[in-house]
C-alpha cells in the first residue's frame, strides 16, 4: 500500500510539474532513504514511474541517501557537492541519478493550492507556513513529526498557534 501511494504521489507531481520522463525511458533506479526504511525501485517507462520492492530487477543505477539530503536535493543543493561530502551513495549509472536529480527539481507546484482543494484555505495555508518553517529545520523529518505530535496531541502549544492567543 505504502508503495502504492508513492506511485500515485510520484505520477501527480509529474503530471502536474508539466515533466517529462522521456530521458528515463526504460531506466531502473533503486532509490533507498536510510533513516526512512524507504527501499524501492523507480522503473521509468511511457512518462510514468512504478514503484516496486522486486529485488530480482535489474537496475541501472543505486542511490542512498537521507531524507534531508533528499530534501536539500529538492531544494536545489547540486549533486555533485552532495557526493562530494559523501552525503549520497550511488552505484551506476551516475548520469542516471542526475537526471533524476534535474526532473525532481523542474518539479514547481503549489502544494497550498493542491491541498485547498481537499482540506480548504485556511488549513493549506497554516500547512504551507507549516513547509516553510521545516525547509529552514536542520532536521526536517524529526521537526516535522515533533510539530505534527504537537499538533494533535496539544494542538495549542504547536508553533501554528504560538502567539495566537489560543
Excluded at 521509468?44 to 541517501?65: E, G, M, Y
Excluded at 536539500?72 to 541519478?97: C, F, M, P, S
Excluded at 516553510?132 to 504537537?150: G, M, P, Q, V, W
Amino acid at each position: 500500500m505504502q508503495h502504492f501511494v508513492l506511485e500515485q504521489a510520484l505520477n501527480y507531481l509529474i503530471d502536474q510539474g508539466g515533466v517529462n520522463l522521456g530521458a528515463l525511458n526504460g531506466k531502473v533506479l533503486h532509490f533507498a532513504l536510510e533513516d526512512l526504511a524507504l527501499d524501492v525501485n523507480f522503473i521509468c517507462t511511457n512518462n510514468r514511474i512504478f514503484v516496486t520492492t522486486d529485488a530480482t530487477t535489474a537496475i541501472d543505477v543505486d542511490i542512498k541517501l537521507k531524507s534531508s539530503v533528499f530534501l536539500a536535493l529538492l531544494q536545489g543543493e547540486d549533486l555533485t557537492e552532495l557526493l562530494r561530502q559523501d552525503k549520497i551513495i550511488i552505484h551506476g549509472d551516475v548520469k542516471t541519478a542526475q537526471l533524476l536529480v534535474d526532473l525532481l527539481q523542474q518539479i514547481d507546484i503549489d502544494l497550498e493550492e493542491v491541498l485547498s482543494k481537499y482540506i480548504g484555505d485556511i488549513f493549506a495555508h497554516q500547512a504551507g507556513k507549516l513547509g516553510k518553517t521545516f525547509k529552514k529545520s536542520k532536521n526536517s523529518i524529526e521537526a516535522l513529526k515533533d510539530e505534527l505530535t504537537t499538533l494533535l496531541v496539544a494542538p495549542s502549544k504547536s508553533n501554528l498557534f504560538k502567539d495566537k492567543g489560543i
